[in-house]
């Protein structure tokens, strides 16, 4: 945890976080007051990170309606707790990038859908005629936490870490009036 918060981390997070920009979570803080937030509430969000008693709050749930028809339900998260995430994504990624799969794009370190749209192309120019996507619709409604935790745990072993991930596993999702 003294890695994910550590000022240069929390630095290139943040940049990260405004860069993004995004709409506000549940708290209704824009990512143009977040300044002047963090410099009134980091200290004691740093100290609960550290002490592993932070709370993330639950995610703004946000209906997007598709092209095809339905929705698409997307989850905003506080910036604050973007904020946490990022730095914190930024030292996990390393431990777990070398062992995702080789065809995965996706949230992928340095990869993107352009990439994963040459690759299907070079497959079929080698002459295979069957190029699978794979979109696991709502997967994070049904993966099995314990079994997540589980692998996260084989690469990372600060129960805090551990505890903050957990917590937002299961912080829940908030629809706004």
Known sequence: MERVVERSN??????RVV???????????????FKDWLKVHWPSVRKA?????????PVRRVDIPKASGGVRT?????????LIQQPLHQV??????????????????????????RQAQSYIRDG?????????EKFFNWVNHDVLMARVA??????????LIRRFLVAGMMRMG
């Open 92 to 117: 996990l990624q390393p431990l777990f990038e070398p062992t995702f799969s080789d065809g995965s794009y996706r949230f992928r370190l340095e990869r993107n859908a352009q990439q994963a749209v």
């Open 10 to 15: 929390v630095w290139r997070a943040y940049q």
């Open 154 to 163: 084989g690469r990372a072993s600060d129960v805090r870490v551990l505890k």
């Open 49 to 57: 990170l550290l002490d592993g008693s932070y709370l993330p709050r």
């Open 19 to 33: 860069r993004n920009k995004g709409a506000p979570g549940v708290d209704g803080v824009t990512v143009s007051e």
């Open 128 to 136: 295979n005629r069957w190029v699978v996507d794979l979109d696991l």
């Open 74 to 82: 997307l989850g905003i998260p506080t910036v604050v707790d973007r």
